[in-house]
């Protein structure tokens, strides 16, 4: 499963960043460095028994740190979008970046990464009402489905809690990681039509100040 997800994680990116926006290309990172993460993820249960508890643990700092970096882009992207027709200040884009590197160095040193999934749940829910306040000053169908596919992400969490499972060969592992899938092909598609509305609106705005000149 972590193989599959970290496959369609780098499609989606390929096919992102074809559009020439930053919203896609920050929402297609997003998405490439969370496959990443969970490749490594899946490695590092892979291989634990076998490789000993020392590299299990530096595979699980290498795969949060790959989140925590995700989890920037989520923000980024959200920021981004939301201030669109406005000019925004980067001082709370640096001051994230500052307050991720900390945060990677605290994990480091401590070797927990409880406070990583806290804030990815803060971004994830920062990104959540960006879109849908975006959707309803625009009516946008693409930040419906962005909107969608986070409420989606938060599923797993729940089926993991309560151990929800259908057969033994597919228990709620299993099925926390097919809902994360089907929440990432939602949000990739609110992105990709998100983004095909925003590349037209900026070609529709060249070609109207080439008529002008």
């Known amino acids: 499963m972590n193989t599959l997800f970290f496959v369609l994680c780098a499609i989606y990116y390929g096919r992102l960043t074809k559009f020439k926006l930053p919203y896609s290309k920050q929402m297609a990172l997003f998405m490439l460095l969370l496959g990443i993460s969970s490749f490594f993820g899946g490695i590092g249960h892979t291989v634990q028994k076998q490789m000993g508890d020392g590299f299990f643990e530096t595979i699980l700092f290498v795969m949060n740190a790959f989140s925590i970096l995700s989890i920037y882009f989520c923000f980024k992207s959200a920021y981004t979008i939301f201030n669109l027709d406005v000019r925004s ?122 008529i002008k000149i």
């Open 89 to 210: 200040s980067n001082k709370y884009v640096y001051f994230v970046m500052v307050w991720i590197l900390l945060l990677l160095i605290y994990c480091g040193v401590q070797g927990s990464f409880l406070i990583i999934k806290i804030h990815a749940g803060i971004v994830l829910l920062y990104a959540l009402i960006v879109h849908y306040l975006v959707y309803r000053r625009n009516k946008d169908k693409g930040s419906e489905l962005v909107v969608l596919g986070i409420l989606i992400s938060f599923l797993p969490l729940i089926v993991h809690s309560l151990r929800i499972s259908l057969h033994d060969w597919f228990n709620h592992k299993d099925m926390a990681h097919v809902i994360m899938i089907i929440s990432l092909y939602v949000i990739y598609k609110g992105v990709f039509q998100i983004s095909k509305v925003l590349s037209t609106e900026e070609q529709e705005t060249e070609e109207q100040s080439a």
